[in-house]
């Protein structure tokens, strides 16, 4: 690739990148950070991007995993859900419970093969519908929406388990 070619690449992707790492992080600082981590790793990987299928799923997936170092580093989970309630108006008890709850879909999750973590993060953090995640992923929305099914049971098999 050349550097031109990725150039043009790297404008048309950035937007989505800050937009899908501010998703996670919750900061546009760190996000737009993350981003340029990204590029920086795209760029140095610039020979090879060829060999990919989807640059932009590739991309996605690497914002993706930089976002929740950034999470971790910061030793927070991964939200559960959002809520225009402060923490401040929170009682201990459901302050306790979110957690719980954070630390058991964290747990569910990472049982899950990588893909599938892939798909129910973007679907159901990310907030992307299925036209979109097959556009980023260089799939059908039919294989997506397919894939999110198995991945959704599967997650259902993994909570019934626990129980």
């Known amino acids: 690739m050349t550097?031109?070619?990725?150039?043009?690449l790297a404008r048309s992707l950035r937007p989505g990148l800050v937009k899908a790492a501010c998703r996670i992080v919750d900061n546009h600082d760190e996000a737009e950070d993350v981003a340029q981590d990204v590029m920086l790793k795209l760029w140095s990987m610039r020979a090879d991007l060829d060999r990919y299928s989807s640059v932009e799923s590739l991309a996605m997936v690497m914002t993706r995993h930089?976002?929740?170092?950034?999470?971790?580093?910061?030793?927070?989970?991964?939200?559960?859900?959002?809520?225009?309630?402060?923490p401040e108006e929170l009682s201990p008890e459901d302050v306790m419970v979110r957690h719980e709850a954070a630390a058991e879909v964290d747990r569910i999750l990472a049982a899950?093969?990588?893909?599938?973590?892939?798909?129910?993060?973007?679907?159901?953090?990310?907030?992307?519908?299925?036209?979109?995640?097959?556009?980023?992923?260089?799939?059908?929305e039919g294989a997506v929406r397919t894939a999110l099914s198995r991945a959704r049971r599967r997650v259902a098999e993994i909570f019934a388990s626990a129980q």
């Open 3 to 8: 550097a031109k070619d990725f150039e043009i």
């Open 112 to 140: 899950l093969p990588e893909s599938q973590q892939t798909l129910i993060r973007l679907r159901h953090v990310e907030g992307y519908d299925n036209a979109s995640i097959a556009a980023i992923l260089g799939s059908s």
């Open 66 to 86: 930089m976002a929740l170092n950034v999470l971790r580093a910061r030793k927070v989970s991964v939200p559960v859900e959002d809520s225009n309630i402060s």
